[in-house]
């Protein structure tokens, strides 16, 4: 069997964390398989569903790195035998129209009358009762003159989906196991709307089964909705896809993730200056684990590794720290040319060493190299070799700038690097120990002051190397700033 899964949004908002989940486990599983990847835009609710929703999943997943084989592309595009991907685009076509009609032909399906105000009453009135508020089926056995008279007085109706009241209706989920629902808890649900447009449950199970969907991954919020798609299924005498449900996402409170705990839009990360690789392994392990725990993966291996029955059906916990600490390793492992190119565009927007030789610049990125966690925090972290006047830290003007002995400590370094003419990491350190040595002070005593002077930090990059960079003119200024500062 080819396997064939599909990412199906709904683009009613940003792409969100629990998406781009759904989306990376169900490419993983086509990788890994041989199989193909399919974007289709479940775009059939016409109030919520924006074009900018659909940029938002473009530029989500191809930032993400997630390209599908088949699907609506960004530049207008269309990939694959089954267009268009799009399902509002499928409703104008009448595609979902004549799987109505047959229903309704075959007495499977019925019109609804209902008023908005009746449903709201039926509601109500199940729930004073302690019912479930759900649809009762009044409408399920009006005759034809019953529904002529409705239609006459200018009634609008939808179509719902007559349910089995008896039995059960079960399923074998790769991640849950045997799954089974009571009929009698399921309602005849509208499957087309006044406005003719198919409703989630009832489009996405004809194109499912149109694309030839071998399997549906997607989240555990869907499981309710999926004893009613496969009885629309059995209507048409179709078999399902393999399902497989993937547990929730929860913040660290224990509760469904939400805007609170940091779900914000994928783009939202770029922007936090996370690795599309780093957020990927990330969500990669959110719900799914190897049986040995692997947690930092090699480009391609998730590829090679990732396997269904991994998955957890327990809620997995959104851990920011993890994310970020993992960000920092992806960081750590890049070449600094890459790193360069990553940093770049946030160099520009904090307008940090605009028009810095290239070279110098990727030294001075690479000084810290093993810190960085984010590539936002890169330009706040270098900004100190840019400056015209250098930012004391609180702790630096109480230690040193405040500290006689700070200050004739670094007279000396000044007299002695002012002579200094072979600018080298190498002998400016050979030259710091020499004068500390001559004077009867610990290394540490004119080391420590000097990086403060010059980095205005008392923790920061090697601070040989760092001398080498900001050169001579820079570091005799910086000391000497440091030297004449009056603390009032
Ligand atoms: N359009 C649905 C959503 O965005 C897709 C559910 C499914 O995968 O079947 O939640």
């Not at 990788?31 to 775009?43: H, S």
């Not at 659909?54 to 993400?64: E, N, P």
């Not at 019925?110 to 709201?120: G, I, R």
């Not at 990330?282 to 684990?289: D, H, N």
Request: aromatic share 10%; proline share 4%.
């Amino acid at each position: 069997m080819s396997i064939r899964v599909r990412f199906a949004p709904s683009p009613t908002g940003h792409l969100h964390i629990g998406g781009l989940r759904t989306a990376l486990f169900n490419y993983l599983f086509a990788k890994r398989e041989g199989g193909t990847f399919i974007l289709r835009i479940e775009d059939t609710d016409e109030e919520r569903s924006t074009q900018e929703s659909v940029k938002a999943i473009y530029d989500g997943l191809m930032w993400a790195g997630l390209t599908w084989d088949e699907g609506p592309m960004p530049d207008g595009t269309i990939k694959g035998p089954h267009s268009p991907y799009y399902q509002a685009q499928r409703a104008d076509q009448g595609l979902y129209k004549k799987y109505i009609d047959d229903l309704l032909a075959r007495g499977l399906a019925y019109k609804c009358y209902c008023t908005e105000e009746e449903l709201e009453a039926m509601r109500k009135e199940a729930l004073a009762n302690h019912r479930p508020p759900r649809y009762d089926g009044r409408c399920r056995n009006l005759t034809k003159e019953e529904q002529a008279k409705l239609e006459a007085s200018g009634r609008k109706y939808v179509i719902r989906f007559k349910m089995p009241k008896e039995g059960t209706t079960a399923f074998d989920d790769l991640i849950r196991g045997h799954v089974s629902f009571e009929n009698k808890d399921l309602y005849d649900l509208v499957i087309q709307k006044t406005s003719g447009y198919p409703t989630y449950n009832f489009a996405c199970v004809i194109d499912d089964h149109l694309m030839g969907m071998t399997h549906v991954i997607r989240g555990d919020d869907h499981i309710s909705n999926t004893p009613a798609q496969i009885q629309i299924y059995k209507a048409f005498g179709w078999q399902h896809p393999i399902m497989a449900h993937l547990s929730m996402i929860h913040g660290p409170d224990g509760t469904k993730l939400s805007k609170r705990h940091g779900d914000t839009s994928v783009i939202e990360y770029k922007k936090q200056g996370f690795l599309p690789a780093a957020l990927i392994n990330y969500l990669a392990l959110l719900g799914w684990s190897t049986s040995d725990s692997q947690q930092l993966f090699a480009p391609g291996e998730l590829e090679k590794k990732f396997d269904i029955k991994g998955c957890q059906k327990s809620p997995a916990v959104f851990d920011n720290l993890k994310l970020t600490w993992m960000n920092g390793e992806y960081i750590r492992q890049m070449s600094i040319d890459a790193l360069y190119e990553a940093a770049k565009p946030f160099l520009k927007e904090a307008a940090i060493a605009q028009g810095v030789n290239e070279e110098k610049l990727k030294n001075i990125i690479a000084l810290e190299q093993e810190k960085y966690k984010t590539l936002k925090e890169i330009p706040g972290l270098i900004s100190f070799f840019f400056t015209d006047k250098v930012e004391y830290e609180e702790d630096v003007i109480e230690k040193v700038l405040k500290s006689n002995d700070a200050k004739a400590a670094l007279k000396l370094i000044e007299t002695a690097y002012s002579a200094l003419d072979n600018w080298t990491e190498t002998a400016l350190e050979e030259i710091a120990r020499k004068t500390a040595k001559e004077n009867g002070l610990k290394a540490g005593q004119v080391f420590h002051p000097l990086r403060a002077a010059v980095s205005g930090r008392s923790h920061g990059p090697t601070l040989f190397k760092m001398l080498e960079f900001m050169g001579k003119d820079m570091v005799l200024k910086r000391v000497g700033d440091a030297i004449n500062y009056s603390v009032s």
